[in-house]
DNA sequence: TCTGAATGTCAAGTATATTTTACAAATTTC
DNA sequence: GAAATTTGTAAAATATACTTGACATTCAGA
């Protein structure tokens, strides 16, 4: 299931996925595979990911479906 | 770091470690190592987790450290 | 005390997250 | 419309999350 959540707060501060992937030190694949969905990046991973642009893990990883 | 949120949640929920662990289908060791700190696990882990303890990834995962 | 349940930890193996390299398609910019 | 940037994707290699099995320690209850 794609992470569309992430892909619009990256949108928002106007990031490319290398741009993003740079400020989380990982490769720009990594990045991609979590926006389209079917991965399952590491908590640290998701908290620089949150950091870099402003999000909680809430906001960007937490599906109301989950609850 | 240790995970002192994981570990009074589970407690909170009058669970051990293995019954925690059975309901997330993983090992003892891996909530063991989790709540130990020094540990790196996946997301979805992190989810299952919640929704064993009925959390949030924010009320378990996310530090105010971060932020 | 003794027993059993819960936890900490370690070593070796397996599964999978992540990297690297690479190429094509799509999008933007001039 | 060509050039540069961004993105999707794939295969092979590496790093690391997670398992299994095992043993020691701690602590509550009989």
Chains 1, 2 share one sequence.
Request: glycine residues 2%.
């Amino acid at each position: 299931m794609k992470n569309l959540k992430l892909k619009s707060a990256r949108a928002a501060k106007d990031l490319s996925q290398e741009q993003l992937a740079d400020l989380c030190n990982v490769s720009r694949q990594t990045i991609s595979a979590i926006e389209k969905g079917d991965y399952n990046p590491t908590i640290n991973l998701c908290i620089a990911i949150c950091k870099a642009l402003g999000k909680t893990l809430d906001e960007l990883f937490w599906n109301e479906d989950n609850e």
